[in-house]
């Protein structure tokens, strides 16, 4: 077998010289682009098994050549993994969003490099046959050993005298194998899935998928939370007359993605279990010090108890993963614990206001009155109660305020010291 190809997009040359050393160790070929538009031009000569890519170049960043790769269907399928200093969540939630299939901080070490591309590779390779059409040399696609095809000269499943698949179990099968392997028995149906009072439905036709609906939500939402799901059952059934079309996304992509989540909550949830969970922030255990990027803490300044990671995922407009992925990294280094319900009133009240250093508002802003009021009562020593009792202002309305100077970044609230009654 030939090796993997990585091409290695980035403008500084000592980079791509050490992460080049990296990967000729592990095993890869390498190539090489110091720009996007270079790489664009490199890979519409010779497509690589992966693309390796910064985001901050001159001609072409990388946003951009990510999201050309992504929308052009003789490249979408080539897996693109981000690799740059950019820590911010912005730059996280762009990069997924233009079609990136993983993002890691240069921060990273070598080892968690070299095991997230080997993630992503067999994550990717595992659907090569829905990469693109088969070539003038390459008449019909070739399937992997386990896919199940039937015998030559026979139609696929779903004809009059051809019986449907027998169901499968997601306890055993993962939902993207499960859909990947239906899809190479016929093109045009429906798969049912179950679990207890829980459905979902996913719509194929013409061999792709068209349309989702599980819980509430339809389209490509409702496909990644079927992905999700651990246990039920999957059946396929015809086609069901009229269906809408509210999947726009390649087929493959849609698998790709499917598996990156599923890999993602695997690994979240032995610390996550539910987004329902409450974090809260606990000291440093022995430690001298603590290392944080900006994305956790755009989490962690919301993490005062009184929200739960799904509502602080909805504060801050993230992807729901990457907030996964950072309260699962906190709590993993100690900082974070989650609680099964949010803080009470007395204990919200609890919490000590200080003034905010950094604000994130456009210059010249502007403060309520009620606003300025609540600010000119912090001194850094009286907790949220001594200052609400201070003011005549109702409960909801003061903690509402409190909330709104705290995400602008005017206050920062410390978590409240055990009482002598709690030691």
Not at 82 to 97: A, D, N, Q, S, V
Not at 204 to 227: C, P
Not at 252 to 277: C, T, Y
Not at 342 to 365: C, H, K, N, Q, Y
Request: aromatic share 6%.
């Amino acid at each position: 077998m030939t090796k993997d190809r990585i091409l290695i997009v980035d403008d500084d040359p000592d980079n791509r010289a050490m992460v080049g050393h990296f990967l000729g160790n592990w095993g890869y070929e390498v190539d090489y682009a110091d720009n996007g538009k270079l790489a664009l031009e490199k890979v519409e000569v010779e497509a690589p098994q992966l693309v390796l890519l910064d985001l901050e170049m001159p001609e072409m960043d990388g946003f951009e050549t990510c999201e050309r790769l992504k929308s052009n269907p003789d490249t979408e399928w080539i897996p693109v993994v981000i690799f740059t200093g950019l820590e911010k969540l912005p730059h996280r939630l762009r990069g997924f969003r233009d079609g990136a299939d993983d993002y890691i901080v240069k921060s990273a070490q070598p080892e968690e490099l070299k095991s997230r591309i080997e993630l992503v590779l067999s994550r990717t390779q595992k659907y090569s046959k829905l990469q693109q059409p088969p070539t003038s040399e390459q008449e019909e696609l070739v399937l992997d050993a386990d896919d199940v095809l039937p015998p030559e000269g026979e139609e696929r499943a779903g004809s009059e005298d051809t019986p449907a698949p027998t169901p499968f179990a997601l306890e055993k099968t993962t939902f993207a194998e499960a859909i990947q392997q239906i899809l190479a028995q016929r093109d045009d149906g429906s798969a049912h899935v179950t679990n207890g009072e829980r459905t979902g439905v996913v719509h194929f036709a013409s061999g792709r998928i068209i349309h989702a609906t599980t819980d509430g939500e339809s389209g490509e939402e409702a496909f990644y939370a079927l992905a999700l799901w651990k246990s039920g059952e999957l059946e396929t059934k015809d086609a069901e007359p009229d269906v809408i079309t509210s999947i726009e996304t390649p087929t493959r992509g849609l698998l790709v993605e499917a598996s990156r989540r599923s890999d993602a909550w695997r690994m979240i949830s032995s610390k996550v279990p539910s987004f329902d969970l409450v974090p809260r922030c606990v000291p440093l255990s022995g430690a001298p010090s603590i290392r944080l990027t900006k994305s956790d803490w755009a989490v962690m300044r919301l993490a005062d108890g009184t929200r739960s990671i799904a509502e602080i995922v909805d504060e801050i407009q993230t992807d729901i993963f990457e907030a996964g992925r950072v309260v699962f990294s906190l709590i993993t280094i100690g900082v974070l614990r989650l609680d099964d319900v949010s803080a009470s009133a007395d204990e919200a009240f609890r919490m000590l206001p200080t003034r905010g250093d950094t604000i994130d508002v456009d210059e010249p802003f502007e403060l309520t009155s009620l606003e300025w009021e609540t600010l000119s009562r912090v001194d850094g020593k009286s907790t949220l109660r001594s200052v609400r009792d201070t003011m005549d202002m109702d409960s909801n309305t003061f903690l509402e305020t409190i909330r709104g100077l705290e995400d602008k970044g005017f206050l920062r609230l410390t978590a409240p010291q055990p009482t002598t009654e709690e030691i």
